[in-house]
């Protein structure tokens, strides 16, 4: 009886494996995906319109993924944004910001602080670099 129980297991378990789908290979690199972003926007402490939590709303009902507040020569709207968007689990916000003299606009992203425009664009980058930021 004992034989008999175990030469059924041992059937069971072949049949079980032949009936078995293979499984697909597991992939190695995550699948890609498209991520929506506004990657310039102002609010009513710059020369926009909305508050900085009004866009950090517009762009979740717009199904935003990423928004950057990038206001003329400062980041407290983004600041603001990024706090209120971790409240409500909003997009992400990056910090951001216009530096703005009377010769050129140049986008800074990723600030711990603002940054001081200066004469020539060379010195903005430098110091943007300097606060943990990148150009554009």
């Known amino acids: 009886m004992r034989r008999v129980g175990l030469a059924l297991v041992a059937v069971a378990v072949v049949a079980g494996g032949l009936a078995d789908e293979p499984r697909p290979a597991t992939p190695t690199t995550p699948e890609p995906r498209s991520i929506r ?3 310039h926007c102002h609010t009513r402490l710059s020369d926009g319109v909305l508050s900085p939590m009004e866009v950090v709303l517009t762009a979740q009902r717009r199904g935003l993924d990423v928004v950057a507040v990038t206001e003329h020569n400062t980041t407290v709207a983004a600041k603001i944004a990024q706090t209120f968007s971790g409240w409500i689990d909003g997009p992400v916000v990056i910090v951001g910001e216009e530096v703005t003299t009377r010769d050129f606009h ?9 940054v001081a425009p200066r004469r020539q ?16």
């Open 37 to 39: 972003a506004a990657l």
């Open 106 to 114: 140049l986008l800074a992203y990723g600030l711990d602080e603002p």
């Open 121 to 136: 664009a060379s010195g903005v980058a430098d110091a943007a670099h300097a606060h943990c930021g990148d150009v554009d």
